[in-house]
C-alpha cells in the first residue's frame, strides 16, 4: 500500500536530504532562428484564435472562469513503439512553484524518486512581459537571469529560452494556445510531449518506474480507481478550479455560485476526513495529492486574493491537520516555496491587485504537530 510505503522511506529521506541537481545555464541560443526551422508540432489540439489573450484571465464569459483545456496531449509510454519512451534524462519538466497545476507533477516526481531521471527547471514567480513588441501585451511565466535573481527560479538550461512562451513557440512557430505550467518536454526531439498536470501526473505515476528510486509508491492504485475518479468529479471543478472561478469572477452571481460551490465541498472534505485519514480512505493517493496543492495555498492567498473568505482552512480541525500531515510527508515541504506563491498571485494580477501588494499573513506552520496519526495508514 502506497501509505506505508512512503512512511517506510522516511527515515532514509530524512537521513539523506539530496540537494537538487545544479544545472549550468548553455550559450544563450537563437530561439527566432531555432523556431523558423521547427516544423509544426502533429500531438495538439484546441489551439485558440491567436486574437485571443493567453493568461488564464482570458477565459472569462459573462464574468463567469471556465478553464480552456490543454493544448498538448502526447503520452509516454512503455508500450512497444511508443513515440515517446520513458528514458532517463530525456525529459524535462518546467514548473512554477507557484501553479499548484505544476506543483502537483513536482510533488509525484519527489515521491517518486525521479529527480534523477528527469531534470526540474522552475520559473521566477512574477509573469513579466513576454515581448517588446508593444502590439504585444502578453504577459507570462518567464526564466531567471541567473540562479541569483530569485531563490528557486533558474535559467532555462536546455534551450536558454527566457520565457515559457519561448518553448511553446520553439515547438510550433505557429501555436496561438496560451503558454502554460506545466510543461513537459522532450530534449531528443526538441517539443513539447504534455502540458496537461492530470495526465502528466499519471505518467510520472505509471511509466518511469524501472528508473525511480521508489517504485513501491503508487498514488493511482487499481482497487481505488472509481473511488478516485468519483473524488475528482467533485473536488476538481468546486475546489481546485473553484478558488480560481471565485477569484476571476467578473460579477456577482458567478462569484456566489462558485464561492458556495467551494464551501460546500469543504465542509464535505471535513466530514470525510473525521472519519479517515486520506480522502480516499487511509491510503494516501492521487486526490490527496490534488486537494494539497489547493489547501496549501488558501489561507495565505486565496483568502485575500481569491475572495474565498467564508472560512479559512486552519478553521477547519481535520483539513487543517491534514494539510499538515501531507506537508510533512518527505520531499513535499520542497514543492511548497510560499514566497513564490505569495508573489505570483499577488503580484501577477493587476486587474484583480493594481498596486501589486503582498499581505502579510498569516504565516502558517505546516510543520507543526498534527492528530492525523490517530488513522492508521494503509
Known sequence: MVGAAIWRIVASWRVAQQPQQQRQRPRLQTLVVQIRKTSISPGR????????????LADLQNGEFHRAPSSYRHFISRSPGSEFPPEAGRYHLYISYACPWASRCYMFCKLKGLEHVIGITATKSMWEKTREDPNDEHHGWAFAADEKEEPGAKPDPL?????????????????????????????????????????????????????AKHPEVNL??????????????????????????????TAQGPYDKAVNELYEALDKCENILSKQRYIAGN????????????????????????????????????????????????????TVVMSHIKGHYYRSHPSINKYKIIAAGPDIDYSSPHDRDRFHSS
Not at 473511488?227 to 476571476?248: A, D, K, L, P
Request: net charge neutral; glycine share 4%; with cysteine.
Open 283 to 334: 491510503e494516501f493517493t492521487e486526490p490527496d495529492v490534488r486537494l494539497f496543492v489547493t489547501l496549501i495555498r488558501f489561507d495565505e492567498v486565496y483568502v485575500v486574493h481569491f475572495k474565498c473568505n467564508k472560512k479559512c482552512i486552519r478553521e477547519y480541525p481535520n483539513l487543517f491537520n491534514y494539510v499538515k500531515d501531507i506537508y510533512q510527508i518527505p520531499g513535499v515541504a520542497d
Open 45 to 56: 489540439s484546441n489551439i485558440r484564435s491567436r486574437n485571443m489573450s493567453r493568461t488564464a
Open 159 to 211: 534551450n536558454g529560452a527566457k520565457f515559457i512562451r519561448d518553448l511553446y513557440e520553439l515547438a510550433d512557430p505557429d501555436y496561438s494556445g496560451k503558454y502554460t505550467v506545466p510543461v513537459l518536454w522532450d530534449s531528443k526531439k526538441k517539443t513539447i510531449v504534455n502540458n496537461e498536470s492530470s495526465e502528466i501526473t499519471r505518467m510520472l505515476n505509471d511509466e518511469f518506474n524501472d528508473f
Open 220 to 249: 493511482f492504485p487499481k482497487h481505488l480507481k472509481s473511488q478516485i475518479e468519483e473524488i475528482h468529479s467533485w473536488t476538481y471543478n468546486s475546489i481546485n478550479n473553484g478558488v480560481y472561478r471565485s477569484g476571476f469572477a
